[in-house]
Structure formats: structure tokens, C-alpha cells
């Protein structure tokens, strides 16, 4: 097989962000795109990641593929990448070569790995509230909450969204009224529920990829946020819920 | 209360460096303006703030009255401003309530806390010598004194002011001429006293509030510092001697 | 003596390039150049450094001199000078002090210390391979072998340097064909020799001082790199080379 992308920003981003979620993960590769979806080791986050194959330069592969690879690793590589190279992935002798073409050439090889994974499937969800919002808005309102530090709770309501959190000494509230580059839609009147500020604020990173997020969630129900860059990449996060006893 | 800040800056830079000497701190508000005065946990430095009712787009106060904070939290809270916040600080229900109102309204609500002090008096000092001079000047010197890295001598002659420090092995002096901006007033031929390095490093970034500190010094005797800017704000510290035994 | 230095730049990066290696230094000086040749304590590299008369605005020795001082605390020192300060160096009591003069002027005195070392050679070495390479090239190609962070190879043929690592999983490459600003002279057809990251990691800063390095080796063979400023300045390495038992 072999990827070449013309463009480093995209795939670097991504894979710094999915790697602060998960340590190794499987590339599913087919004709038609590139593609991970893992769940982090203490099974709250699951993260699913896809890149087309109009994303890149040349796309050449024989047949679907699985490529499990350390993703620090990866990761490293990718930030040597100057915003102007080329990168090529390759694989060669049970080895993901990467080639990262500039004013010089760097090669590096990184062994495939075994990854013993039940197949993730992605659950079905049937979400009460959908909401599609500047991307930024998301993280600065989630990096407002870290005063606090606990359980960051979202609510819905139609004309607006609220990002709060509530300690035993402090609290902080972020309000999202429903104006320009804001769209809620929902069947109630309000919904409301918590999360771990701890992955909210490795999810919101994907505003470094696309500056909307579409955000679904219900009551005590999973959190999916989907980050896509029209006919080139989507990554996406579903969150378990945290659900207080108070 | 209301009190309405158009331009954080000034509160934010002042909370960020008082944090770093003291953690809890009682604000004295009153119709003419809000005031800090504490002591470092240690005793060795006080700290001295006022904002005038002046400095702010609304002030609103009815009665004197203590607020208690956690000035870490403040300043987390502070940080979070953008430079063209408008700022709101309100009391609701026996908490502190900051609004931070942008481009997104942030809304912060901090316990008040109970401070057991002894209401802290400013000594009545009589100083020999009174310096005036670039806020940065001063820094930079106390900043050259790190290398030896013990206690630092200010030494006011009538022509120039001296920082020096002097270790087993190394040492550094520098030496400021009264020339344009630099005013040296004292009635004695020279004046030395003795600081702490570590205490002076934390003060001289009140350069970041004004571009002007007036000096108060004598010998073996408490230094006073002020950064003032005319109608709106002050911040001042009272640092104790180090006497030496050699 | 007395030196006076118009630019502190280039002494500056030196000194802090340099004691990444030794902390220890004897200065010697005589009418035509100051000279720093020192080994690191685990014997592993040797680093000469010279700076010639010329480069100095005043250069003022009486006959030849040593001067042995501790390489951080001058580091430290000449950290603090800013770009447009004069530096002047003179010995005063058995003292390196060192002046700093710009807008304002610093003193710093440095104990001049005992340095119980056996006189440095430099050793007679005589190399296959010459190379001649914009000092960037090296540097970035370098540290795009950290993901590997073993011993390095440097392979020259006549039409092209590689560098490359290979660790147990992974493995990295670089590249560089003798294109336009690489001169490669050498009389067998490929000359290998391996040696130490974390050194060749401190060796290759000195891109910070010149823009081409002059790369000498040979087969297990120790390298020789020379840093060179015209007229004013060299710095230079040798580093013994890593014999793997595999």
C-alpha cells in the first residue's frame, strides 16, 4: 500500500489528539479510506477517526488491511513533519515505513504491532439533543470549568446551551445563547447531563481540526462530538456519561 | 455590589503577583475603592493594594464592606479574561460572583472564606532615602543579582542607586546614575540595606502595573516599593530587612 | 587584560553550547586569540573552542595567561546580557569580572577556580571522509533520530550522508544528497561509523553559530566537527565513536 499526503497539519493533529486518549491502536485501511476506532484503557472514551481517500495525493491499496501501530510512537514521527513536507506511508517488510518529503528526506520504520482487541463496535445511540456550534466556543467554555475541576454538566435548552460546573467552595458557568453559528435542535424543553472534565478537555482539542462541532447527547447518555472536514476527515469521540450520587 | 471593569489588565497582572506572596486576603471595599493589605505567611513582606472607584466603568458599593477570597482561585479565575473582556464583580449569596462578558459570557461564583486576622496595620515608617525610577530598570538589576543568589544590597548614594550581591564565590553589581527619569533623595552621603532576593524578585514585577516604582529605604530598614498609576490603582509592598551576621 | 566585545552573541552561544559538555574550563589566552580545549568527564568528547583577536573591539593581553572558571555560573552571567550590550572581560583580584553595558551597566565577578588537568592534546587523527554541509541539514537531521534515541550511523558514499538510527522496533533515515552547499571528499566507496545521540545532539547546536559544519570521519573512527566563523571564531568537537557488539 501506499498514502501520500500532501498536507501534514491534518493527520498530525489528529493522531497528537487521539494519542492522548489511546496507546496503540489498529489503522482499518480499504479502498475507500483510512480509519481507527478504539477505546481508551478505562473504557469512558471512545474515539473514531477516519480519513478518506480524497485526502490524499495518491492512494494506492490492494484490498482492506489492519495496521496496529504504537501511536506515541507515530506521533513523534508526524511532529518532525515541517509544515511543507510530503508524507508518504508505506509498508515494508511488516513495518509502517513513513517518509517525510521536504528540503530533506526522512525515512523512519516502525514495527506493526499485535494488538489483541475485541472488534470495537460503535454503540447506537439515539440522542435527545443535537447541537452544531463554533468549535472554539466548545473548548474555551470546557477550559472555563477547569477553576472547579469536577464533573462539568452540559444544558440543553432551545435558545440556548450552558457548560457549568459546581464544586463544594466554586463554581463556573459558561451561556451559549442560540444566535448566529448556533444550532439546537431537541424535543424538551431541557437536558442536562454530566461528564468527566478530565476527557471533555482532551475531546475539545478537535477544534484544532474543524471550527464546527456537532454535539449530541441526552440525559445521563453519552456525549458525541464529531469534528469532520468535508470529504476529507471526520474524528469523533463518544463520551460515557459521569453520573453523581448527590 | 457591582463593580464593573472595562480593561482586566490591571486587576489580572495585581492579583497574579500578590498571589504569589500571600493566598487569602480579605478585600476592604468601600464607596471610594477596594483595598487589600496582608502579610506573607512568613511575615517578612506586606502587601498593599488599592483600585480606585475611579478605575471603574461602574462602582457600586453600599457600605464598607470585607470580602474574603482565595487569591489563587481569583487569579484563575482572572486568567481566564481575554484582553477585551468587560469584567463584573458582584456579591450573590455569600459568594464572590465574576462575569467575564466577550465574545462569551463566562460566570465564576467563588466562596467567600473566613479570614482569621488580626486587622493588618501599615507601620509608620520614616524612610532616609527616596528613589524614583523606571519600574524595569529595577527589575532588570534585581534579576542580575540571581546568579549569586543571596541577599541584595540597594545602596543610595546622591549621584546613583547601587543593587549588588555578594556570595562566598561570585558576585554582581549594577549601578543606576541619577540621570533622566532617576530621582535620588536623601540627606545622608549613603545609604545600604539589606533584602531578600527572593522576596525582591517577586515585588519588582509590580513593573508590569506601572512604569514608575518609587523606592523608600534606610539602613537596616524595611524597603517600600510602589507602583502607582495616577487616579485608578496602587500596589505597594513593605519588605523587611535582612540583617546579617558578618 | 582586558577584552572588549561589541556582540555579545556569538560568545554567548558558545558558552552555553559548551558547557552542555564541561563545567570546568580553563580559558587560555595569549596576544592573538582566547582558547578553550577540554574533554567531557565521561571522556566521551573533546570540545575546542577559539576566538581570535580580531573578533574583539579592544583585545588587551600581556603575555599568555589561564584562567580556569566554572562554565555555568559564566553561562548565567552572560545569559543576562542583552543583544546590543557591550561585554568587557577583565581580571581584577585574582576575580573574571565581567561587565554588561547597555542602557544600564552590570558588574559580575566570577572566582577564578583550580582546575587540576592534565594538559589537553588535541590527538593527530587522520579521516576517510571530509564533508562540507549547511549546519542545519545536520541538526535536523539528527534529531529526527530521537524517536530511535540510540547510537546514530553516519554512512558517507560519494554522492550522498546518511544518517541513520535502528533500535529494536523502529528506525530512522535521513538522506542527503550532495547537491548544491554538500561537498563530499573521500577515496573508499562508503565509510560507516557510529556514534552517541545524546553527543551528537549537543555537538550539532553549534548551527547556532555557524551556517555550515566541516564533518571529518572515518570507519569506528572517532568525528570531528568544526564550527567556523572567518576572521573571528571556531568551535569544534571530537567525538569517539560507539562501538555496538552486535
Not at 471512545?46 to 490492494?62: C, G, N, P
Not at 489483541?116 to 447506537?124: M, Y
Not at 467554555?141 to 466554586?170: H, P, Y
Not at 459558561?174 to 461528564?195: C, F, H, N, Q, W
Amino acid at each position: 500500500m501506499k498514502l501520500v499526503l500532501a498536507e501534514p497539519r491534518l493527520l498530525k493533529e489528529s493522531v497528537g489528539i487521539i494519542s492522548e486518549l489511546v496507546n496503540e491502536v489498529t489503522f482499518k485501511l480499504d479502498k475507500d479510506k483510512i480509519e481507527i476506532t478504539a477505546m481508551d484503557p478505562a473504557n469512558v472514551a471512545m474515539v473514531m477517526f477516519k480519513m478518506l481517500s480524497s485526502a490524499f495525493v495518491e492512494y494506492d491499496i490492494k484490498g482492506a488491511q489492519d495496521l496496529s501501530v504504537n501511536l506515541d510512537n507515530l506521533n513523534q514521527v508526524l511532529k518532525r513533519a515541517k509544515p511543507s513536507d510530503t508524507i508518504i506511508l508505506e509498508t515494508v517488510d511488516n513495518k509502517l515505513k513513513i517518509t517525510l518529503k521536504g528540503e530533506r528526506t526522512s525515512t523512519f520504520s516502525l514495527s506493526l504491532i499485535d494488538v489483541e482487541e475485541s472488534e470495537q463496535k460503535i454503540p447506537d445511540l439515539k440522542f435527545d439533543v443535537k447541537v452544531e456550534m463554533p468549535s472554539v466556543v466548545l473548548s474555551d467554555a470546557v477550559d472555563d470549568m477547569e477553576i472547579v475541576s469536577e464533573s462539568v454538566a452540559l444544558i440543553a435548552e432551545s435558545n440556548k446551551i450552558t457548560v457549568q460546573s459546581e464544586g463544594r467552595f466554586n463554581a463556573a458557568k459558561v451561556e451559549v445563547p442560540a444566535t448566529e453559528g448556533i444550532i439546537i435542535k431537541m424535543k424538551d424543553s431541557r437536558v442536562l447531563s454530566k461528564y468527566s472534565i478530565e476527557y471533555l478537555k482532551k475531546i475539545v482539542k478537535g477544534s484544532k481540526i474543524a471550527e464546527t462541532v456537532d454535539l449530541n447527547f441526552g440525559r445521563e447518555y453519552p456525549l458525541r462530538a464529531d469534528y469532520k472536514i468535508m470529504d476529507r476527515l471526520m474524528l469523533s469521540f463518544i463520551l460515557a456519561p459521569r453520573v453523581d450520587n448527590d
